[in-house]
């Protein structure tokens, strides 16, 4: 697989990473330990290096991320997060210095590992000034513990405020062919700052690969069951944007799946999506999309479909809504 660079002096990673919050949170029940330790190291047989995960998805989820790539750590970039009160992302955001550290050290433990490669505030807290966020992870950077600095979700005056104190490799935020807002003030930014960017749910939580639509039931304790685009309505109306992905990919002998992963990789050299899966199959699927290339015809022809129609639905709870692009 080819590899990217994350920022003017950031990690080199594969060009699509794996993201691992889905393997024990928020999409149902968790997938077994065994299991995820084997998709992980499938992953990386198929030249994934880049493995995302997050103190908020649980030490579960980062125990299992760090056992799997034991074997071949120095390998593999890992990126975790800090951010939230207690880990639970419910409670609230808590990145006062103190917090963060503890936070290192306990993401150290999970993955079995003497540095954290990418550590990411999950969040801005509005209670801590964004100099004292960043100049903990720099000094925790100077120890040797942590290698690279990255924010998520944050808005411009954060991103140039950190960075102004530690230089941001990379913004960890949702986009996709049906979340297109980074694109009006955030990407030109990290192109400004030289600031890599993350995608994350690169394949619209599921939606864009086609195998959802109006009559699907998820499970109890899916994240999705509370996410306004996700009601049922919304994902009737949404199929539209679906059903021209499709023509597309069909014409190219491709899925849905590989059509919105290679798109976003055909925006920018710096731009590494993590999609996630719990099956060996999908994973396949999403990886295709790194030898898929587009070229300007084929973009174009994407925006054109994408202009006929008008996503329904909100991406968040105005609750969650409300702790974005700070």
Same mark, same amino acid.
């Given at each position: 697989?080819? %590899?990217?660079?994350?920022?003017?002096?950031?990690?080199?990673?594969? =060009?699509?990473?794996?993201?691992?919050?889905?393997?024990?949170?928020?999409?149902?029940?968790? @997938?077994?330990?065994?299991?995820?330790?084997?998709? *992980?190291?499938? /992953?990386?047989?198929?030249?994934?290096?880049?493995?995302?995960?997050?103190?908020?998805?649980?030490?579960?989820?980062?125990?299992?991320?760090?056992?799997?790539?034991?074997?071949?750590?120095?390998? !593999?970039?890992?990126?975790?997060?800090?951010?939230?009160?207690?880990? +639970?992302?419910?409670?609230?955001? +808590?990145?006062?210095?103190?917090?963060?550290?503890?936070?290192?050290?306990?993401?150290?433990?999970?993955?079995?590992?003497?540095? *954290?490669?990418?550590?990411?505030?999950?969040?801005?807290?509005?209670? !801590? #000034?964004?100099?004292?966020?960043?100049? %903990? !992870?720099?000094?925790?950077?100077?120890?040797?513990?942590?290698?690279?600095?990255?924010?998520?979700?944050?808005? =411009?005056?954060?991103?140039?405020?950190?960075?102004? !104190?530690?230089?941001?490799?990379?913004?960890?935020?949702?986009?996709?062919?049906?979340?297109?807002?980074?694109?009006?003030?955030?990407?030109?930014?990290?192109?400004?700052?030289?600031?890599?960017?993350?995608?994350?749910?690169?394949?619209?939580?599921?939606? @864009?690969?086609?195998?959802?639509?109006?009559?699907?039931?998820? /499970?109890?304790?899916?994240?999705?069951?509370?996410?306004?685009?996700?009601?049922?309505?919304?994902?009737?109306?949404?199929?539209?944007?679906?059903?021209?992905?499709?023509?597309? /990919?069909?014409?190219?002998?491709? %899925?849905?799946?590989?059509?919105?992963?290679?798109?976003?990789?055909?925006?920018? #050299?710096?731009?590494?999506?993590?999609?996630?899966?719990?099956?060996?199959?999908?994973?396949?699927?999403?990886?295709?999309?790194?030898?898929?290339?587009?070229?300007?015809?084929?973009?174009?022809?994407?925006?054109?479909?994408?202009?006929?129609?008008?996503?329904?639905?909100?991406?968040?709870? =105005?609750?969650?809504?409300?702790?974005?692009?700070?």
């Amino acid at each position: 697989m080819q %590899t990217r660079t994350l920022g003017r002096n950031g990690p080199q990673v594969s =060009a699509l990473g794996f993201g691992c919050m889905g393997l024990s949170f928020a999409y149902g029940p968790a @997938l077994a330990r065994q299991d995820t330790i084997a998709l *992980i190291r499938a /992953a990386f047989e198929r030249g994934v290096t880049f493995f995302d995960t997050a103190e908020a998805y649980g030490a579960l989820n980062e125990q299992m991320l760090g056992e799997a790539v034991a074997p071949f750590r120095d390998r !593999v970039v890992i990126a975790t997060k800090f951010g939230f009160k207690g880990g +639970d992302a419910t409670t609230g955001m +808590d990145s006062r210095p103190e917090r963060i550290r503890a936070v290192a050290e306990a993401s150290l433990r999970h993955l079995r590992s003497e540095r *954290i490669d990418l550590f990411y505030q999950h969040r801005i807290d509005p209670n !801590v #000034p964004m100099e004292d966020v960043a100049g %903990t !992870v720099r000094d925790l950077i100077a120890e040797g513990k942590v290698a690279h600095f990255g924010l998520s979700e944050a808005g =411009a005056e954060s991103i140039r405020r950190a960075h102004a !104190v530690q230089p941001v490799a990379a913004l960890q935020s949702e986009y996709s062919l049906w979340w297109r807002e980074p694109e009006r003030e955030i990407l030109p930014l990290c192109e400004e700052l030289g600031i890599g960017f993350v995608p994350f749910s690169p394949l619209g939580r599921g939606f @864009l690969t086609g195998k959802i639509d109006e009559n699907t039931t998820f /499970a109890q304790d899916d994240f999705r069951n509370n996410v306004p685009r996700f009601s049922q309505e919304a994902r009737k109306a949404n199929q539209a944007l679906v059903e021209r992905v499709g023509r597309l /990919a069909a014409a190219r002998n491709a %899925t849905p799946a590989q059509i919105a992963l290679a798109w976003l990789l055909s925006q920018r #050299p710096w731009i590494v999506p993590i999609p996630g899966t719990t099956k060996l199959h999908r994973l396949e699927e999403n990886l295709g999309a790194a030898t898929l290339q587009l070229d300007a015809g084929d973009v174009q022809e994407i925006e054109q479909a994408l202009a006929q129609v008008q996503v329904q639905g909100e991406r968040y709870s =105005a609750e969650l809504a409300a702790r974005v692009g700070r």
